[in-house]
């Protein structure tokens, strides 16, 4: 009753896609002409390929943005090692993940943007690819990508799996649930972000016996090769920085710069010579910042110029995007953003962790949670989770204040990645290949 209940609500959404694909034609125009897609390879997302499909069989890896993306990586380069007759196919749906992941992606693999999830536009796109496989990041359950490539035949897997709170809700409705569960039972593999993610993945009836463990693939994400210049520009900074007390907010969403900069003018009192470093999520978003506070009379250097960290420059704001695990080795102390807002969910911990940081988040950390709780079992002191800009402020001070505490909270952090990044990649690599590959190729 279930399954013809679900069969009857996508075959309402494969309608309700068809009749909109005209509709959506439009609105992705018109987020071309905005420059929120690609201006020449905006078709990619419509299933026009760019690139021509290599003989032999190939694996589809999706991913919605960068972070996803960024995690992918690891997988995909240990697939390539593990299985080097296998082709395979990258897509991501943001600019921004286009700009920084086509650069770290090994050679041969294909890159392209994802289609939308309309009938049309996903047969061309599987019919020309033809995938053998599909691992999709996270959580994109899109039902006509699911549903044709069950149709085809294409096995499916999903890492790091997850589903928000507001998902779950809704896809737990009466109408929905039915759906969920259908395109649910089309997965052969599915590696829940956390225990608390298999539980509701399984109260959305996926089949218990497609559940496998491997840790948290945000752990695993690589430290990325950046070309001479970019070096030298990073040695750059560490050298302007170092005989300044220093800190960094990174991945800051609209709004949070309100946080931050009142914890810089309180440490300023205290501290006149520090440096923060406020790197937005957006590099629009920090060319409007320095703009700001520049209107103000502060001094300011702004990466994307070039600027230098001269006397009286107590803000260095980075607008530029794929450096930033190279920028957390400049600074001992990192507030993660996207955590200080309702709405946004938080940003990944590991990388500020892997450089060892003292690392603080904000109370709105979404599915984070489960990485930070991670971290704080081994080490209560991994994590700072503050309340908000009082106790921001508070934290910092006695960072600032107190070297023993600082180094005490770098020390767990790194000690925390470590242990919890080993083995992952590996562990994820041999269920793809016995729960996912065999099934592909049999």
Known sequence: ???????????????????????LYLHLRWRQHRGLEHPLRWPE??????????????????????????????????????????????????????????NRLPNGVIYQFAPLDTPATMDAFLGYWKPNAIVMMESELWPNLIMD?????????????RVSTKSFKRWSSPWLLPLISLMLSKFSLIIPLSNIQAINFQLLLAPPSIFHFSGDLKFAV?????????????????????????????????????????AHNMLMQGHPH?????????PQHGQDIAQELQ????????????????????????????ELR?????????VIGGSFL?????????????????????????????????????????VLQVSGKSELEQALELLFRDDEVLEARRVAAKQAYETLSSGIVARVWNLLDGQLLKHAFS
């Open 342 to 382: 309702p709405g946004f969910g938080g940003h990944n911990i590991s990388e500020a962790a892997a450089a060892g940081c003292a690392v603080l988040t904000g109370p709105y950390v979404g599915h984070f949670s489960d990485m930070i709780l991670d971290m704080q079992r081994l080490n209560p002191l991994s």
């Open 326 to 334: 190279h920028l957390y080795r400049t600074t001992p102390i990192a």
């Open 222 to 262: 690589e430290e990325s090769d950046i070309s001479e210049g970019e070096m030298r520009s990073i040695e750059s900074l560490k050298v302007q920085l170092a005989h300044r007390q220093v800190w960094m907010a990174s991945s800051i969403h609209k709004g949070e710069e309100e946080v931050i900069l009142a």
């Open 1 to 23: 009753m279930a399954a013809t209940k679900g069969k009857l609500v996508y075959t309402i959404y494969r309608a309700l896609t068809y009749s909109l694909s005209p509709l």
């Open 295 to 322: 209107k103000k009379g502060q001094g300011v250097a702004l990466r994307s110029r070039g600027d230098k960290l001269i006397s009286g420059t107590n803000i260095y704001v980075v607008d530029t995007l794929g």
């Open 149 to 161: 490539a069950s149709r085809k035949g294409i096995a499916l897997a999903l890492l790091n799996a």
């Open 45 to 102: 997302r419509l299933g026009r390929a760019s690139l021509p499909r290599p003989p032999g069989p190939l694996v589809w890896f999706h991913a919605v943005s960068l972070g996803e993306g960024l995690t992918a990586i690891p997988v995909i380069k240990e697939c390539i090692r593990r299985r080097p007759d296998l082709n395979i196919l990258m897509t991501t749906t943001t600019t921004s993940a286009f700009e920084v992941i086509k």
């Open 274 to 282: 520090l440096v923060t470093i406020i790197v937005p999520r957006h």
